[in-house]
């Protein structure tokens, strides 16, 4: 299974961008999908998570700015995040639930600027 994020960038404070992240492989069911955030020298946090049956869960930095969405069909989820902050520039990985098992993507930059 590969995951191919991308739409990472730079961006001004108070700028949009959309992420998205694509799975292929041997999938049969992707269940739950997600975006998590590494801001530099700090650890891993999660931004959104879309279960498989729709529900969503969003990070409190998340909350209010950004947008998770999935294409099930595609095997693909995205991140729309407005109002970004330069405390939002970091790498963006995506995560994918099959199964027992989890993969993550390469991660896609995101630098804010002020």
Not at 10 to 17: E, F, K, P
Not at 61 to 70: H, M, Q
Not at 85 to 97: A, E, L, N
């Amino acid at each position: 299974v590969q995951l191919q994020a991308s739409g990472g960038g730079l961006v001004q404070a108070g700028g949009s961008l959309r992420l998205s992240c694509a799975a292929s492989g041997p999938i049969f069911s992707v269940n739950d999908m997600g975006w998590y955030h590494q801001a530099p020298g700090r650890q891993r946090e999660l931004v959104a998570r879309i279960y498989s049956g729709g529900s969503l869960t969003y990070g409190e930095a998340a909350k209010g700015r950004f947008t998770i969405a999935r294409a099930n069909a595609k095997n693909t989820v995205y991140l729309q995040m407005s109002s970004l902050k330069p405390d939002d520039t970091g790498v963006y990985y995506c995560r994918i639930w099959v199964g027992s098992a989890n993969y993550w993507g390469q991660g896609t930059q995101v630098t804010v600027s002020s």
